[in-house]
């Protein structure tokens, strides 16, 4: 099998073990009610984690807040009347993304401050598993990418 | 002076980055300076007088399928890239961003060898410019408009929800606007634009200098022995692209008395499908046509068919089309969105003025043209007259050697 393959296919399996172990021992592993150990951690190991953790989640929710409030305040010129086809349930929507992401953003913060274990597992298991997936994409994009080279790169 | 142009795609046929890029790198080498360029893809051709230094791009956002470079299959796990791939998934547009960063790591080795007396960027605005600031070369950047006007106008026409998130996340505005304010002097193609990158991004208009445009009146000419197409109409630009306003054209084409045939230049035309889907909502089928990509020589033949070319744009930042087809001596109807009025003239005079998102001052404009042959002909006489004495792309570059001189002045 060609060299790049194998590397291809092993991309793949070490995105797929850590993804399998993140999720075990983040949340398979785990028994919601009887973690204490986070609440015992001094107070700058707790936050050397929560405040990347924080930026992150934060981050997501804010962009998601901007762009609903961006589609709800935008003012622009009406459309031609002809080239209305239905009716734009847009702004509605746009106003239960910016209601869902700033009650995740509180249901966050919260968690933070009374130092709850979902607070940092949920959103380190989103962004961990969106790289992970990322790599896997990547992985069998180089498993199934044709294996001739262009002309002018054959030495 | 030492120049050093940046463009983050460099290519004349890709799009209006690169035929800035050439007609500037061009004339600049003219007036006798040392140019170099740093590109992204796809690459311009080599250019005489002119130092090209390319840097890579792996297009993710626009190639969704064969990504991977047999040569270099692991490229996209490299940070940059992998960050623009999964940027590109999200629906951002990371190009601009990833070429600032790449551009600053060129020039960081250029610097070694080449002293610049000035840096100037063509419509990127990445957050690597930045970084670049810190070298202490007087930078400049060329803003032809804001990119927040092609946001408000994808927003005038329904869509859904999904493609309202995909837009308002493809426009990085925060990071233009940021840069933006921190180079010594933005560039931009008119006046209006001008005002409006006051408006979007809060560039104070003495940090802005305007510098028009240029047309190359040796390409683009009346093509003597051409016989006129009767009743014929020109659309040149991207119809996918809302700001253009074809749609208004569409619809005034149902309203005008003579019955009008309207040819639509737009290289992507196999793959648009909002339009066409207009075209036949309105039944005129069997009066449009779109030539899809065609060569310059016969575009510039096809002006010279055509008896009147027709600019039905939202906003413009300055509009090659109008002044390709006022070039070719082809009387233009334009709207006044942005900056067509400064580019088309005097109404009734270089051009014909009508309002924007209007299409029964279209077809009225139309109709006017269409019957009043002696209109038509002397006002694409005057039009050529205009782009000969106001939009040439030497003009350009010694208005750019000025403004190049009071930053540097200033700088010291």
Same mark, same amino acid.
């Given at each position: 099998?060609?060299?790049?393959?194998?590397?291809?296919?092993?991309?793949?399996?070490?995105?797929?073990?850590?993804?399998?172990?993140?999720?075990?021992?983040?949340?398979?592993?785990?028994?919601?009610?009887?973690?204490?150990? =986070?609440?015992?951690?001094?107070?700058?190991?707790?936050?050397?984690?929560?405040?990347?953790?924080?930026?992150?989640?934060?981050?997501?929710?804010?962009?998601?807040?901007?762009?609903?409030?961006?589609?709800?305040?935008?003012?622009?010129?009406?459309?031609?009347?002809?080239?209305?086809?239905?009716?734009?349930?847009?702004?509605?929507?746009?106003?239960?993304?910016?209601?869902?992401?700033?009650?995740?953003?509180?249901? !966050?913060?919260?968690?933070?401050?009374?130092?709850?274990?979902?607070?940092?597992?949920?959103?380190?298991?989103?962004?961990?598993?969106?790289?992970?997936?990322?790599? &896997?994409?990547?992985?069998?994009?180089?498993?199934?990418?044709?294996?001739?080279?262009?002309?002018?790169?054959?030495? | 002076?030492?120049?050093?142009?940046?463009?983050?795609?460099?290519? /004349?046929?890709?799009?209006?980055?690169?035929?800035?890029?050439?007609?500037?790198?061009?004339?600049?080498?003219?007036? +006798?300076?040392?140019?170099?360029?740093?590109?992204?893809?796809?690459?311009?051709?080599?250019?005489?007088?002119?130092?090209?230094?390319?840097?890579?791009?792996?297009?993710?956002?626009?190639?969704?399928?064969?990504?991977?470079?047999?040569? #270099? /299959?692991?490229?996209?796990?490299?940070?940059?890239? &992998?960050?623009?791939?999964?940027?590109?998934?999200?629906?951002? &547009?990371?190009?601009? @961003?990833?070429?600032?960063?790449?551009? &600053?790591?060129?020039?960081?080795?250029?610097?070694?060898?080449?002293? !610049?007396? %000035?840096?100037?960027?063509?419509?990127?605005?990445?957050?690597?410019?930045?970084?670049?600031?810190?070298?202490?070369?007087?930078?400049?950047?060329?803003?032809?408009?804001?990119?927040?006007?092609?946001?408000?106008?994808?927003?005038?026409?329904?869509?859904?929800?999904?493609?309202?998130?995909?837009?308002?996340?493809?426009?990085?505005?925060?990071?233009?606007?940021?840069?933006?304010?921190?180079?010594?002097?933005?560039?931009?193609?008119?006046?209006?634009?001008?005002?409006?990158?006051?408006?979007?991004?809060?560039?104070?208009?003495?940090?802005?200098?305007?510098?028009?445009?240029?047309?190359?009146?040796?390409?683009?000419?009346?093509?003597?022995?051409?016989?006129?197409?009767?009743?014929?109409? %020109?659309?040149?630009?991207?119809?996918?692209?809302?700001?253009?306003?074809?749609?208004?054209?569409?619809?005034?084409?149902?309203?005008?008395?003579?019955?009008?045939?309207?040819?639509?230049?737009?290289?992507?035309?196999?793959?648009?499908?909002?339009?066409?889907?207009?075209?036949?909502?309105?039944?005129?089928?069997?009066?449009?046509?779109?030539?899809?990509?065609?060569?310059?020589?016969?575009?510039?033949?096809?002006?010279?068919?055509?008896?009147?070319?027709?600019?039905?744009?939202?906003?413009?930042? !300055?509009? !090659?089309?109008?002044?390709?087809?006022?070039?070719?001596?082809?009387?233009?109807?334009?709207?006044?969105?942005?900056?067509?009025?400064?580019?088309?003239?005097?109404?009734?005079?270089?051009?014909?003025?009508?309002?924007?998102?209007?299409?029964?001052?279209?077809?009225? +404009? =139309?109709?006017?043209?269409?019957?009043?042959?002696?209109?038509?002909? #002397?006002?694409?006489?005057?039009?050529?007259?205009?782009?000969?004495?106001?939009?040439?792309? @030497?003009?350009?570059?010694?208005?750019?050697?000025?403004?190049?001189?009071?930053?540097?002045?200033?700088?010291?």
């Amino acid at each position: 099998m060609q060299r790049s393959r194998i590397s291809g296919f092993i991309a793949c399996a070490i995105a797929l073990v850590l993804a399998g172990l993140f999720v075990n021992y983040a949340f398979v592993e785990i028994s919601p009610f009887e973690i204490s150990s =986070i609440g015992l951690l001094d107070a700058y190991t707790y936050y050397a984690l929560a405040i990347p953790i924080s930026l992150v989640a934060l981050g997501i929710c804010g962009t998601g807040f901007w762009v609903g409030w961006t589609i709800l305040t935008i003012k622009v010129a009406p459309p031609m009347p002809e080239i209305v086809e239905k009716k734009d349930y847009a702004k509605v929507k746009a106003f239960f993304l910016c209601l869902l992401t700033a009650a995740l953003a509180a249901a !966050f913060v919260y968690g933070l401050s009374v130092r709850n274990y979902w607070a940092l597992a949920i959103p380190a298991a989103a962004v961990t598993l969106v790289v992970l997936g990322m790599v &896997f994409w990547v992985g069998v994009a180089i498993i199934s990418a044709r294996s001739t080279l262009p002309e002018d790169k054959k030495q | 002076m030492k120049i050093c142009l940046m463009s983050y795609r460099g290519n /004349p046929y890709c799009g209006g980055q690169g035929i800035y890029l050439m007609y500037v790198a061009r004339e600049l080498v003219k007036l +006798g300076h040392e140019v170099h360029a740093i590109v992204g893809p796809p690459y311009p051709f080599e250019m005489e007088g002119v130092t090209l230094h390319r840097v890579s791009n792996h297009n993710y956002f626009n190639v969704r399928k064969d990504f991977i470079k047999p040569h #270099k /299959p692991f490229a996209s796990l490299l940070p940059l890239n &992998f960050y623009e791939f999964v940027a590109s998934k999200f629906g951002i &547009f990371p190009e601009i @961003e990833t070429f600032s960063v790449r551009a &600053f790591l060129k020039l960081k080795e250029l610097l070694k060898e080449h002293r !610049f007396d %000035i840096i100037h960027d063509n419509q990127c605005l990445g957050y690597g410019f930045l970084l670049i600031n810190h070298f202490g070369v007087p930078f400049v950047s060329t803003l032809h408009h804001p990119l927040s006007i092609d946001r408000s106008t994808w927003f005038e026409y329904p869509s859904t929800f999904a493609l309202k998130m995909k837009r308002i996340l493809y426009y990085p505005l925060l990071m233009q606007a940021i840069v933006s304010n921190r180079l010594d002097r933005i560039i931009t193609v008119s006046h209006d634009s001008a005002r409006e990158i006051n408006r979007a991004f809060g560039v104070p208009m003495e940090r802005q200098s305007v510098v028009y445009n240029g047309m190359d009146a040796g390409i683009f000419y009346p093509v003597k022995g051409v016989k006129n197409r009767k009743n014929s109409l %020109i659309f040149v630009g991207n119809v996918e692209d809302r700001k253009k306003g074809v749609i208004y054209l569409l619809k005034a084409l149902t309203l005008t008395k003579n019955k009008v045939h309207l040819t639509i230049v737009d290289g992507g035309a196999p793959n648009r499908n909002y339009v066409p889907r207009w075209i036949d909502r309105f039944g005129i089928q069997d009066r449009v046509t779109f030539t899809g990509k065609i060569p310059l020589e016969r575009l510039v033949e096809l002006y010279s068919r055509t008896e009147i070319a027709v600019c039905p744009s939202l906003y413009e930042g !300055f509009g !090659f089309p109008a002044a390709e087809a006022m070039a070719c001596e082809v009387p233009v109807i334009a709207a006044t969105g942005g900056a067509l009025p400064e580019v088309v003239g005097e109404h009734m005079k270089t051009g014909y003025l009508v309002p924007p998102r209007d299409p029964e001052a279209l077809a009225e +404009g =139309i109709d006017y043209l269409i019957d009043n042959p002696d209109a038509r002909r #002397k006002m694409g006489k005057a039009a050529r007259r205009r782009v000969l004495a106001t939009f040439t792309w @030497e003009n350009a570059a010694r208005e750019m050697e000025k403004v190049y001189e009071e930053v540097i002045g200033a700088h010291r």
